[in-house]
């Protein structure tokens, strides 16, 4: 079974700095692509960073020049660098990757564009 499980997350002062990873466990066999995420305050998550399949970046007008988004594949593992952080940052933090896996029961080759970890409480106040 494929799981995706998020850590970092915390409280910090303002100016600080957190590191937030997304670690896929289970029959992977690559990660095609990653997002990270947060909640807002409208209806949907709302886009902060990414990694596309060719391996561009591209990172919401918000927070760009402050957080650093990458993967290391054969950890299985990506990350959301997180410096110089402001109160409006406080929000939950979901990671989302697009995966290559063999799954379980069958041992197919399975892909899948839309696995999300449970989310992470990062916290900006003095």
């Known amino acids: 079974q494929v799981q995706l499980v998020e850590s970092g997350g915390g409280e910090v002062q303002p100016g600080g700095s957190l590191r937030l990873s997304c670690i896929v466990s289970?029959?992977?066999?690559?990660?095609?692509?990653v997002g990270w995420y947060r909640q807002g305050t409208g209806g949907q998550r709302d886009l902060v960073a990414e990694?596309?399949?060719?391996?561009?970046?591209n990172y919401a007008d918000s927070v760009k020049g402050r957080f650093t988004i990458s993967r290391d594949n054969a950890k299985n593992t990506a990350y959301l660098q997180m410096n110089s952080l402001k109160p409006e940052d406080t929000d939950v933090y979901y990671c989302?990757?697009?995966?290559?896996?063999?799954?379980?029961?069958?041992?197919?080759?399975?892909?899948?564009?839309?696995?999300w970890g449970q989310g992470t409480q990062v916290t900006v106040s003095s």
């Open positions: 990694i596309t399949t060719d391996g561009g970046t």
């Open positions: 289970g029959s992977v066999l690559s990660i095609n692509a």
């Open positions: 989302k990757m697009d995966l290559t896996y063999t799954t379980s029961d069958w041992g197919d080759k399975m892909r899948d564009f839309n696995y």
